[in-house]
C-alpha cells in the first residue's frame, strides 16, 4: 500500500531549506508593515488629542484647558 499524502519533508521551504529571495521577501513585508503600523501610530498620537471639555450640555462641566 502506497502513501500518496504530502508530507513536510517534500515540501520546498520546510525546515530551513527556503530560498534567500522567499527570506528576503517575508523580512521586507515585515519591515513595512511594522512601518506603516508606526507611522499611523504616529498620526494616531498627534492628531487624536480628547477635548479639554469636562461636561455636556445638559450639564455643563468645566474647561482645564490652560488659560494663556
Keep these: 500500500m502506497q502513501n500518496n499524502e504530502p508530507n513536510l519533508n517534500n515540501i520546498d521551504d520546510y525546515n530551513g531549506n527556503e530560498s534567500e529571495e522567499k527570506r528576503r521577501t517575508v523580512l521586507l513585508v515585515i519591515a513595512f508593515c ?5 507611522i ?8 487624536d488629542t480628547p477635548s479639554d471639555y469636562i461636561g ?10 490652560p488659560r494663556l
Design 34 to 38: 511594522l512601518l506603516i503600523g508606526a
Design 40 to 47: 499611523y501610530a504616529g498620526f494616531r498620537v498627534a492628531y
Design 56 to 65: 455636556t450640555p445638559q450639564n455643563p462641566g468645566i474647561n482645564t484647558a
